[in-house]
């Protein structure tokens, strides 16, 4: 009986470890299908290592290497971007199969087979019934992969495949680069050239003897088929490491999972996603928590330390450098992650941010330029803005640590005045006031709007250190908007150098780089927001806030279906002409709170979290762009979201959860309440802080960060300007 009672008890307890557990909110297969561009397979927050399937090599479609609806798989492979317009990665493919050498590498399999969640994947490969299992830790990937039919087992390494834009750029973006084999190792190395050219270097072992190898592409000598003697059921377990600067970083990498089974490094991967994702503790339903968490997951899954386990790094420059504190980050898509997901890295991880912007500084050192879209430590310059400077402002006004401000501030300064940005001329921005559309023939309105805002956050840091001949040259720069600001339309308009408008004005055009236009990835409707830093004067240049408001009601209420010429894929999530899909429209619907309009921002952005966050693999509206939609939502999810991200000020909008608990730095929480939620109850009522009715629009980042309880009580009443 004592016996029966004892593990009555363990099985109660386990239960109870597993319903506590947030990792089992995670869905990572939502954002696979459609535009999310995810991927489902095994990594660790901020590792550098992706481990996922691929189902496909070329095009926007495949930016991450995978998408839901298909039913062939071509391999395994080591890194992949997360929710990205752009097109690369896809290194180092494993591909297991049995029996002769097939024309195709490529295994069809059963979606009841596949599953996915924190640091884990598995599926069953139906053409030799191979059971595919992938898990890692920062720098491996570790596969385990069951044969299930007995006699001769094989695996293919391809350093030739990659994520590219067609099938002739497969063939040729790999430069330099072969495999070597040594008795029971494999290493290797790739120079690829893609959106970045970068340098991936590799070391494999396995739990099995070697008992064959050939190379099946000539002198190449990349593409290497190893041979195992099998019986059926049995496994084969691979560890790779990867590195960027070399073979023996790959191999000093290897010992984080040298000594261990797959089963302790996918428990250690479990831990770790359950530690980061564990710091903010969710109370609603199961599908909400999906929802919430899996947005978490989503946001912290970049950007990734591509520094070797001894901290050395190839920088911007190519070389290799060695970092004082072993981390270095890259993939920092500033353009979309500076809005909302630095600033939730501020609050659950502030130390990372720190480290974040210390490798900003790094960056700068190598190639004096702040990074702009960095990819294994590569700059490709997509997007437009200088937007590592909202990110290190925000971090130096937050108090945050791990870098000197003066430094920072000096990185700031240079990138702000020197021409090394080739999107940017800054002495006919100066000459101007704005970037001219006969003279900058791509993108003048976006990138007018978006140096504006990097020079209100250059301002305030120049101020607080003292710098005031510094802060008056930025104010005035952030002012440029107004410039570009056309009254008769209350929209942002291109301009001439002769000062003239330009005409027509096709302000539903929709323009990116490959097509032109005034606007990034969307239209005057959707750019004319895109003053973060000065929602007071624009609402001025409207004509006041019933103005701005009825102006914000015409972009909601518009036609969706009216678009000019250029509209992109990623203008998607629409209401009216409201794009929730590009990043430029996040922080809107926050803007009628700012107008006085508290309602219209509870109604919208439930509507907007209704529609475009839903629980399925075609659940995103438009590209996770790693991970700032989902910080999107994690915010909003809370009841407030940062306008302006470099402010230190979260705007109210209406929680969506019953409640969220932060865990702070030194053992504080801060929750956040909402009483009385429901589908009808979307308006707030009242706001209380620590049992104090609040009035003001927004909480301040020091107040969250000092703990305590923000309770929401929710009506169906719709409410006034004053809460």
């Not at 591909?95 to 009841?112: C, D, H, V």
């Not at 199961?286 to 947005?295: A, M, R, V, W």
């Not at 920092?332 to 500076?338: K, M, P, R």
């Not at 056309?486 to 330009?502: E, F, I, P, Q, Y």
Request: contains cysteine; glycine residues 8%; positive net charge.
């Amino acid at each position: 009986m004592k016996r029966i009672i004892i593990a009555l008890l363990l099985v109660i307890l386990a239960s109870g470890i597993k319903a506590q557990s947030v990792n089992q909110y995670v869905d990572p297969f939502i954002g696979t299908s459609a535009n999310g561009h995810t991927f489902p397979g095994a990594t660790v927050p901020f590792g550098m290592v992706q481990l996922s399937p691929e189902t496909g090599n070329f095009g926007w479609n495949y930016c991450s290497g995978y998408r839901y609806e298909d039913t062939t798989i071509t391999g395994f492979a080591h890194t992949h971007l997360s929710g990205t317009g752009g097109v690369d990665l896809g290194d180092v493919l494993f591909f297991p199969y049995q029996g002769n050498q097939p024309a195709q590498f490529t295994s069809r399999f059963l979606k009841s087979t596949e599953k996915a969640s924190p640091g884990y994947y598995t599926v069953v490969l139906s053409n030799n019934n191979i059971r595919a299992e992938l898990t890692a830790s920062a720098h491996t990937g570790v596969h385990r992969y069951t044969y299930l039919a007995g006699g001769a087992a094989h695996m293919l390494i391809d350093l030739q495949s990659g994520l590219v834009e067609s099938k002739e750029e497969l063939e040729n973006h790999v430069s330099e680069g072969a495999i070597t084999i040594n008795k029971n190792n494999i290493s290797g190395y790739a120079y690829t050239s893609q959106w970045v050219d970068k340098k991936v270097f590799f070391v494999a072992r396995f739990s099995k003897a070697i008992t064959g190898s050939h190379f099946i592409d000539g002198d190449t000598h990349r593409r290497l088929v190893i041979d195992f003697d099998s019986k059926p059921g049995e496994t084969v377990e691979a560890r790779v490491a990867i590195s960027g600067v070399s073979v023996e970083g790959a191999l000093a990498n290897l010992n984080e999972t040298l000594s261990k089974s797959f089963d302790a490094v996918r428990t250690d991967a479990v831990k770790t996603w359950e530690q980061y994702l564990g710091k903010l503790k969710a109370e609603g339903t199961k599908q909400e928590k999906i929802t919430f968490y899996t947005s978490l997951y989503h946001t912290l899954i970049q950007p990734n330390n591509i520094a070797d386990v001894d901290g050395k790094y190839r920088g911007a420059d190519g070389l290799v450098h060695q970092s004082v504190d072993k981390v270095f980050y890259s993939t920092f898509s500033l353009w979309d992650t500076y809005r909302a997901a630095h600033p939730l890295y501020t609050i659950i991880c502030p130390d990372k941010d720190g480290q974040m912007v210390e490798s900003m500084l790094q960056h700068f050192n190598a190639v004096h330029l702040l990074p702009v879209w960095t990819l294994w430590g590569k700059e490709s310059y997509a997007m437009i803005g200088n937007h590592a400077i909202p990110v290190m402002v925000d971090a130096s006004m937050k108090g945050i640590r791990g870098f000197d401000k003066e430094k920072v501030y000096a990185a700031i300064k240079a990138t702000l005045t020197q021409n090394k940005n080739p999107k940017y001329n800054w002495g006919l921005y100066l000459r101007y006031g704005y970037l001219p559309s006969d003279t900058v023939k791509r993108e003048a309105v976006s990138r007018t709007l978006e140096a504006a805002y990097d020079d209100w956050c250059a301002a305030q840091l120049a101020a607080v250190l003292h710098k005031q001949a510094d802060y008056a040259y930025f104010i005035k720069r952030s002012k440029f908007y107004v410039n570009l600001f056309d009254k008769s339309t209350n929209l942002m308009r291109g301009r001439l150098s002769n000062g003239n408008w330009v005409r027509p004005f096709a302000n539903l055009d929709s323009g990116q780089l490959a097509i032109g236009g005034d606007y990034t990835e969307g239209n005057a409707w959707q750019y004319t927001w895109q003053v973060q830093q000065d929602v007071p004067g624009l609402i001025t240049l409207m004509g006041g806030k019933k103005r701005f408001s009825e102006k914000l009601d015409s972009l909601f209420t518009m036609d969706s279906k009216v678009f000019g010429k250029g509209s992109t894929l990623d203008v998607t999530g629409l209401i009216g002409q409201y794009a929730h899909g590009n990043e430029p429209n996040h922080h809107i619907a926050y803007l009628y709170t700012m107008a006085g309009n508290p309602a219209k921002t509870q109604q919208l952005v439930r509507q907007i979290a209704d529609e475009f966050y839903v629980n399925k693999p075609d659940g995103l509206s438009g590209n996770d762009d790693c991970g700032q939609m989902s910080a999107w939502y994690v915010f909003t999810a809370m009841g407030f979201y940062p306008v302006n991200p470099a402010d230190g000020r979260y705007i109210f909008g209406a929680p969506l959860l019953k409640s969220v608990t932060i865990s702070l730095p030194g053992k504080k929480t801060f929750t956040v309440k909402a009483k009385n939620l429901s589908a009808a109850n979307k308006y707030v009522q009242s706001i209380s802080l620590n049992g104090v009715k609040y009035k003001m629009n927004y909480i301040p980042h020091k107040t969250l960060m000092n703990g305590g309880i923000l309770v929401f009580v929710m009506g169906d009443k719709k409410p006034d300007a004053v809460f």
